[in-house]
C-alpha cells in the first residue's frame, strides 16, 4: 500500500498525558499536512509542511502541541498535557510540491483517533 | 470560521435518485474541492474544479462553480447505497502561497437507501 499511513488509529488517554501520532505520506510528496476534525464538522487546518521546513500553524495549534517532520520524510505530531478538548481525528495529508507535478488534489490518511478522558 | 457552508446538512434518497449539494464560499479562490468521507475514515478526493472554469465532469459526478455567486454544486446521478457518506466542499483560498492548505465546510451526510 503506497497511500498516506497513521499510526495508531486510535489512541485512548487520560487527561494530562502526552500522546504522538505518526503519519507517513506517500514517498515522492514533499507536502504535508495535519488537520483536526471533531464529530460532526469539516476538517480544520493545523499545519503544513513543505520537506522538513514546518511553513504555517494555524492558531488551533496552541503551544501544546508540537509537530516535526525529520528529514522531510515522516512525521510525528505530538499533545502535551492532553485535555477533554483535544479528542478528536487528527488527519494527516500529503501532496506534491509545486515542481514535483502539484494538482490541489490532498491524500489523506485515515486519521488517528485520540479519546481523552 | 469555515470558509465553505455545505447545504443541505443531510439527504436522504433512494438509490438511482440524483443527489445535489450546494457550497458557498466567502473569499477567492484558486480551487475548489470535493472529498468524501466514510464514517470514522479518511477523507478521499472527488473532483477539483478551477477558478477559471465553470463546470465538470468526471464519471457520475458533475460539478459547478459561479464565481460571481462564490458558490458550487455537486450532482451524484444515479445514486447507489455506496454512496452513502459525508461529503465536503473544499476551497484553497487565493493570494497565498499555502497551496494545499484548504479550508473546509461542515458537509453533507448523504444516506442513499436501496
Known amino acids: 500500500d503506497t497511500g498516506v499511513s497513521q499510526n495508531p488509529r486510535h489512541k485512548i488517554t487520560k487527561r494530562g498525558q502526552n500522546v504522538t501520532f505518526r503519519c507517513d505520506p506517500i514517498s515522492e510528496h514533499n507536502r504535508l499536512y495535519w488537520y483536526r476534525q471533531t464529530l460532526g464538522q469539516g476538517p480544520e487546518f493545523l499545519t503544513y509542511f513543505q520537506n522538513e521546513a514546518q511553513l504555517e500553524k494555524s492558531r488551533l495549534l496552541s503551544d501544546r502541541f508540537s509537530a516535526e517532520r525529520p528529514k522531510g520524510s515522516f512525521s510525528t505530531l505530538e499533545i502535551q498535557r492532553t485535555e477533554q478538548g483535544d479528542s478528536a481525528m487528527y488527519l494527516c495529508a500529503s501532496s506534491a510540491g509545486m515542481a514535483g507535478g502539484y494538482t490541489g488534489e490532498l491524500f489523506f490518511g485515515e486519521g488517528s483517533r485520540l479519546t481523552v478522558l | 470560521s469555515q470558509q465553505g457552508e455545505e447545504d443541505p446538512q443531510a439527504l436522504s434518497i433512494q438509490e438511482g435518485e440524483n443527489a445535489t449539494m450546494n457550497c458557498s464560499y466567502k473569499t477567492s479562490i484558486n480551487n475548489l474541492q470535493w472529498y468524501r468521507q466514510n464514517s470514522g475514515r479518511g477523507l478521499v478526493h472527488l473532483i477539483l474544479?478551477?477558478?477559471?472554469?465553470r463546470e465538470k465532469h468526471s464519471g457520475r459526478l458533475r460539478v459547478t462553480l459561479d464565481t460571481s455567486k462564490k458558490s458550487s454544486s455537486l450532482l451524484i446521478t444515479a445514486s447507489r447505497a455506496a454512496d452513502t457518506a459525508s461529503y465536503f466542499c473544499a476551497t484553497d483560498v487565493a493570494g497565498g502561497t499555502s497551496y494545499g492548505k484548504l479550508t473546509f465546510g461542515q458537509g453533507t451526510i448523504l444516506t442513499v437507501h436501496p
Open positions: 474544479i478551477r477558478s477559471n472554469e
